[in-house]
């Protein structure tokens, strides 16, 4: 059991998580995050099938206990890789092995994972099976609605309930097809029309089965609309670029006898780990980075911005940065250097 909200893979346990997002969701990005909320669902950056059985695997599958639930998205196309790999993020820990079938980028589309596999479904379902036979936890699939002029709904419906014969119980749908060839991954997120209403049709076909669905959300309203139709939002850049919304998303979605956390609690929190990452060798920026979405819209916060992007980038800089940052906005919020 993790955090009171049951073991992943339960119906209900995704109620509210964050996108796996490629060069933000590291590590020292999800720890943050994880202030907002215990039982907030953190998603990886999307690691390569490959790169784990041929790179540094240790500093790829890293992550600090605090993180759970959290799980690992994996990317690639070949059964036994995935396999192997999948073993790998279990072994480390990981709550779910999650398979990204969304990813638009050329670099992905080039080694043909991502949202490509869209088009092959036997394929996925192949993949699927070979990873749930080397782990016990969860395998879940993150997809879109389909892939350029495979977009249909029974197009949609074939991939779900193929996918779903090989054992997959949770699908997260970004509701959007992606377009490839001709969009970079940013307007993917943007220029294809956002059509929550065929994700609800998903999780009416296939009552059995847990949906989530991703994109465009930003409020509480937002997400209390789709909860009355699916078993989870996803919240990708909305969360990263304005983290103090998922304080205000958990104190509503999540029980909770606690307040929502803040910016200036989610900073609080996060101090012991920067702490003893600085002690480990680890820059300042690379941990607060994460935090320039803070405290947006108050006075303050572009100064807060921009101490944090000049001085944390500079040899030596400790949390003390952060302090003058805090002033910035809140002088209460500063702690003596």
């Known amino acids: 059991m993790i955090h009171g909200c049951?073991?992943?893979?339960?119906?209900?346990?995704?109620?509210?998580?964050v996108a796996p997002m490629m060069d933000c969701t590291d590590r020292h990005a999800r720890t943050f995050l994880r202030s907002f909320g215990p039982d907030i669902v953190l998603y990886t950056e999307m690691v390569t099938a490959a790169a784990l059985l041929?790179?540094?695997?240790?500093?790829?599958?890293?992550?600090?206990?605090?993180?759970?639930?959290v799980a690992l998205q994996l990317g690639g196309n070949d059964p036994r890789e995935l396999a192997r790999a999948a073993r790998m993020g279990a072994e480390a820990g990981f709550d779910e092995i999650n398979l990204n079938v969304g990813c638009p980028s050329d670099r992905v589309r080039s080694g043909r994972f991502g949202a490509c596999l869209m088009?092959?479904?036997?394929?996925?379902?192949?993949?699927?099976?070979?990873?749930?036979?080397?782990?016990?936890?969860?395998?879940?699939?993150?997809?879109?609605?389909?892939?350029?002029?495979?977009?249909?709904?029974?197009?949609?419906?074939?991939f779900v309930d193929r996918v779903a014969d090989a054992g997959c119980t949770l699908f997260i749908i970004h509701a959007r097809k992606a377009i490839l060839g001709g969009l970079s991954p940013k307007e993917n997120r943007e220029i294809p029309p956002l059509q929550y209403h065929r994700v609800h049709a998903l999780a009416a076909h296939r009552r059995d089965l847990e949906i989530v669905i991703n994109g465009g959300l930003k409020t509480v309203t937002d997400a209390e609309r789709e909860l009355r139709h699916t078993h989870g939002v996803m919240l990708g850049r909305e969360a990263y670029g304005?983290?103090?919304?998922?304080?205000?998303?958990?104190?509503?979605?999540l029980p909770s006898d606690r307040d929502a956390v803040t910016g200036a609690d989610a900073i609080t929190a996060y101090r012991p780990y920067l702490a003893a990452r600085l002690a480990e060798g680890v820059p300042l920026h690379a941990m607060t980075r994460h935090l320039l979405g803070l405290f947006s819209g108050r006075p303050g916060a572009r100064q807060f911005r921009r101490i944090l992007s000049e001085q944390g980038c500079r040899d030596g800089a400790g949390i003390e940065v952060l302090d003058r940052a805090l002033a910035a906005v809140d002088p209460t919020l500063a702690r003596a250097a």
């Not at 041929?54 to 639930?69: I, Q, S, V």
């Not at 395998?139 to 949609?156: A, I, M, P, Q, W």
């Open 242 to 253: 304005r983290p103090e919304v998922l304080g205000t998303l958990a104190d509503a979605l």
């Open 6 to 17: 049951g073991p992943l893979g339960t119906r209900g346990s995704h109620r509210l998580c």
């Open 119 to 158: 088009r092959e479904p036997e394929r996925v379902a192949d993949c699927i099976a070979a990873m749930r036979e080397q782990v016990s936890v969860p395998v879940t699939v993150k997809c879109r609605l389909g892939v350029d002029d495979h977009d249909s709904k029974e197009h949609l419906h074939g």
């Open 54 to 69: 041929h790179g540094n695997r240790e500093r790829l599958l890293a992550f600090d206990p605090c993180e759970h639930p």
